[in-house]
């Protein structure tokens, strides 16, 4: 017969284990608790009898019958056995019809059967019993009934043992629950993940607010799902973008190549239809060529080259490079840079500020200044470029950094929309920040910790 399948559940078996186990340690421990009041009651009826024999005793031996009869004159529960016995073991008093023949008189207390005999009639009992000599010959034996003691001790064991029974019981009822539990929690996890593998990405795994360790997991996977909600949404707007892109010049070619071979009629308008051709192919290629090393940026393929990049001469190198530019446009290019340590990749940090530096330098109309600067802010270090530009709208800010987009200031500039993607991608391999804020004109940052010298 198959098992129910929430009792074939891992959980499920771990709970009756655990149960298993605590049932074993709470039989220890009741089994010692028994122990422990068995051998209490013991001690307590023997003190008792003991304390019996010292008082009868007490008087002398010709005290021993009248303390003997006071004794046992006062017994409601009929628990009281008491004898005094001659050297040949006849009866002399009390209620013991003969003498123990197991019970030695040597005043260790011992379990013997006997009879007790009185009013009422002849009736056999186990006691506990001491036998002590009077000093005369005779030997007086002291005992007590102990069915109330085995009655108390039954009962005792009987509660021990029952209490196990609820504790099994809970424990198969705590197992069935949690297991139930858990399979609930992972039949909803698996619909969710069945309708994810579907292809509906806006499902999430089920989470409540109890902060277990599955619900950390659910939340973790949820974010793990945004982002790749997030990721997917981008590729399909990067080809959607990609297509738009790259359509607008193929297109340009394809239209001057067929009016060229319709209307050319001499060598010269030839060539110039076909280096307007070159033309847009040069753009469909620089916007392939710039896709990819945005890729290959973003798989982190050049973590391998980080070494120490001192950023004082790297901003100094681009200055070099981007000054006659400005220069040209009547624009003031203006540099300030502190000595400090960056960990990276040089080529890369120099690829990321020259993009920085040039969109200041293209969009600074002419008398505009722009300033590049390297600064020392508490553990960070700030390559910080800013021009008096037209600037970024601040609902644009977020923006920026999405590949192909260009804000309606840049639509007459030409560019291909992908110099901030590169940028951003370049920051998040570094681990750095790139922050965009306006007025007037644009300031870039990249923000990254630097290392003590």
Not at 242 to 260: M, N, Q, S, Y
């Amino acid at each position: 017969m198959r098992l129910p399948e929430f009792a074939r559940s891992t959980t499920f078996r771990w709970t009756l284990g655990a149960s298993a186990a605590f049932s074993v340690a709470l039989l220890v421990i009741l089994g010692f608790v028994y122990w422990r009041s068995t051998m209490y009651l013991t001690a307590a009826t023997d003190r008792l009898i003991a304390g019996v024999a010292d008082g009868l005793l007490a008087g002398g031996p010709g005290e021993v019958v009248p303390r003997l009869e006071t004794h046992l004159a006062s017994d409601p529960r009929r628990v009281k056995i008491t004898g005094l016995f001659d050297g040949s073991g006849r009866r002399v008093a009390g209620n013991l019809e003969r003498y123990p023949i197991e019970l030695a008189p040597d005043g260790k207390r011992q379990y013997v059967p006997a009879v007790r005999i009185d009013s009422r009639g002849r009736e056999e009992q186990t006691v506990r019993a001491i036998a002590r000599p009077v000093g005369d010959g005779r030997i007086l034996v002291v005992g007590r009934d102990v069915e109330e003691r085995e009655e108390f001790s039954a009962i005792l064991g009987e509660t021990l043992a029952l209490s196990l029974i609820p504790a099994l019981l809970l424990g198969v009822a705590a197992g069935t629950f949690l297991s139930l539990r858990a399979q609930r929690r992972i039949k909803a996890v698996n619909e969710r993940v069945q309708r994810i593998v579907a292809g509906d990405l806006r499902q999430r795994l089920p989470a409540h607010a109890t902060d277990d360790p599955f619900d950390r997991l659910a939340l973790l996977v949820n974010r793990m799902l945004d982002d790749i909600e997030v990721l997917i949404r981008r590729l399909a707007g990067v080809g959607d973008d990609i297509a738009h892109d790259l359509r607008t010049p193929l297109t340009r070619v394809r239209i001057g190549l067929e009016r060229a071979r319709q209307n050319a009629t001499r060598l010269e308008d030839l060539q110039a239809s076909v280096d307007q051709a070159l033309t847009g192919l040069d753009q469909s290629l620089a916007i392939i060529t710039a896709l990819l090393r945005i890729a290959e940026i973003e798989h982190s393929r050049r973590l391998a080259g980080f070494r120490n990049v001192e950023l004082c001469g790297l901003v100094r190198e681009v200055a070099d490079l981007y000054d006659p530019i400005a220069e040209d446009k009547k624009i003031e290019f203006a540099v300030a840079a502190d000595e400090v340590l960056v960990e990276g990749d040089r080529d890369l940090l120099f690829e990321a500020v020259a993009n920085l530096v040039d969109n200041a330098v293209k969009f600074t109309p002419e008398g505009g200044k722009v300033e590049l600067s390297v600064r020392i802010a508490g553990e960070d270090a700030v390559v910080r470029v800013a021009d008096t530009g037209p600037g970024i709208a601040a609902s644009e800010h977020d923006l920026v950094g999405k590949r192909f987009y260009r804000s309606d200031k840049s639509r007459n500039h030409p560019g291909l929309g992908l110099g901030l993607s590169l940028v951003n991608a370049i920051v998040k391999l570094h681990g750095f920040r790139l922050g965009v804020s306006s007025g007037p004109g644009c300031v870039t940052e990249i923000v990254g910790r630097r290392i003590r010298g």
